[in-house]
């Protein structure tokens, strides 16, 4: 069975501080994604890695970096957390074109 | 213009009827679509991929795909409370990588 693991599943951070997610698949995968879901607005990309060290933007980037140092690990960055970024993370990882399998997701809260 | 459009529900079905959802995404080079169920508290698991024209069909689950409209949906015969749940559409929008873009979300109700 194909296994995404993230870090945590809950955490409380305070304004201003940095903040890792780490995420981390055991099947080998080329495609990793971190995600946003926040209520009515679905699921939005944050960035998306196709190989290692190689890193995508998706549609909502600021704020955030990530680092993919490692085939099998993706790191989502909250460089300075602000209120706006409480939210659940998802990962997800794929094989080339097929389909994506997520984590258990984190829920941040920033206070 | 969103690339992936759902209907954010909720759609209510009596158990038994058949449910039927649709997506509407706009890159006409996209190749790959998935349908995930996602329970409240849950993350999202796949239920169907659909790659060409036409139906497939997987159980009580059909996808149907018609890329000249730009159109994709999933039919769930049968409806059980259990399959009440949010389903997502997601949709490969990368050329030469995959990049996965996700509509919001219908929610299903189906009462007993």
């Known amino acids: 069975d194909v296994k995404v693991t993230q870090s945590s599943r809950y955490l409380v951070k305070r304004t201003g501080e940095k903040v890792f997610l780490e995420c981390v698949q055991d099947m080998d995968h080329e495609n990793m994604f971190w995600y946003r879901q926040d209520p009515g607005l679905g699921l939005r990309l944050i960035y998306f890695s196709y190989d290692v060290k190689m890193k995508e933007k998706g549609d909502i980037p600021e704020g955030y970096s990530v680092s993919r140092e490692k085939k099998e690990r993706f790191s989502l960055i909250l460089e300075s957390a602000s209120t706006n970024q409480t939210s659940m993370y998802l990962c997800a990882s794929s094989s080339l074109e097929t389909e994506a399998f997520f984590g258990q997701g984190t829920r941040l809260t920033v206070v | 213009q969103k690339e992936v459009e759902q209907n954010s529900g909720p759609l209510s079905v009596p158990e038994g009827a058949i449910a039927s959802l649709n997506c509407t995404y706009s890159?006409?080079?996209?190749?790959?679509f998935f349908w995930y169920r996602q329970y409240s508290g849950k993350s999202p698991e796949l239920i169907m991929s659909?790659?060409?024209?036409g139906d497939k069909e997987d159980g009580r689950f059909t996808a149907q795909l018609n890329k000249a409209s730009q159109y994709v949906s999933l039919l769930i015969r049968d409806s059980q409370p259990s399959d009440s749940a949010t389903y997502l559409c997601?949709?490969?929008?990368?050329?030469?990588?995959?990049?996965?873009?996700f509509g919001t979300g219908t929610r299903l109700l189906v009462s007993p």
């Open positions: 890159d006409r080079v996209s190749q790959s």
């Open positions: 659909i790659y060409s024209n």
């Open positions: 997601a949709v490969n929008v990368g050329t030469g990588f995959q990049k996965l873009v």
